[in-house]
């Protein structure tokens, strides 16, 4: 089952903070989160794993809330390179290891 | 490592026609995943493989597409015979253990069924 992200699409200007929310209804061992510019292929951001352990972006971060099956990704002092669309991924406790990604986040830093 | 190294990248096709999508994944990566991305549905699953063997296909929406795995270092997804529906950029991305390590993808194919 796809996680579901929000909001759909975020506007802001260059320097402006954003946070883009992501929640499943199952429990999850792990959350990545990606971004795709347009016409391209989904970029590695960051891996969240149940536990605590986090590996990723060292301008990004995110939080895993482990209880309520949440996360949270947050982009501070945004920089017109941020531009994309953004996909939390998700991977469920137990012997499946699918990666299963939300509907994405579009953001826009205009100057 | 060239990473995972997805062909044709574009494929314009008949209706009707076979469609065969190849994918080579990282070395040493024992987890590929075959993606369909279209404006409407996202990035959706289509089937995940471990080890060479395909252990979630309920992504794959009909029996027109098929899905192999003949070693580690290659993967085709197979539409026969294919609409007009099936036109998206179709991505191919590979892990070290499935979902619990980061995944990286193929630069993807777009397919045009007309």
């Known amino acids: 089952q796809q996680p579901v992200q929000s909001p759909q699409a975020v506007i802001l200007r260059e320097g402006e903070d954003a946070v883009i929310n992501c929640s499943s209804s199952?429990?999850?061992?792990?959350v990545h989160w990606y971004r795709q510019k347009h016409g391209e292929a989904p970029v590695f951001l960051m891996i969240l794993l149940k536990g605590g352990e986090q590996k990723g972006h060292e301008k990004i971060s995110a939080s895993f809330n482990e209880k309520k099956q949440q996360s949270s990704l947050y982009l501070t002092a945004s920089q017109l390179s941020y531009s994309g669309t953004y996909f939390c991924?998700?991977?469920?406790?137990?012997?499946?290891?699918?990666?299963?990604f939300g509907s994405g986040t579009q953001l826009t830093v205009l100057p | 490592d060239a990473g995972v190294i997805q062909s044709p990248r574009h494929e314009v096709t008949e209706m009707g026609q076979e469609v065969t999508l190849r994918c080579k994944p990282i070395?040493?990566?024992?987890?590929l995943f075959w993606y369909r991305q279209t404006m409407m549905r996202g990035l959706e699953l289509l089937i995940y493989f471990n080890n060479n063997v395909p252990i979630d296909d309920s992504g794959m929406p009909e029996d027109r597409f098929s899905a192999k795995m003949p070693n580690a270092s290659f993967s085709t997804l197979k539409i026969q015979p294919s609409e007009p529906r099936d036109s998206a950029v179709y991505f191919c991305?590979?892990?070290?253990?499935?979902?619990?390590?980061?995944?990286?993808f193929g630069q993807g194919t777009r397919l045009t069924v007309v």
């Open positions: 991305a590979s892990s070290l253990q499935g979902a619990h390590t980061e995944a990286f």
């Open positions: 991924g998700t991977g469920r406790t137990g012997s499946a290891r699918q990666l299963t």
């Open positions: 199952k429990a999850l061992y792990s």
């Open positions: 070395s040493g990566h024992n987890s």
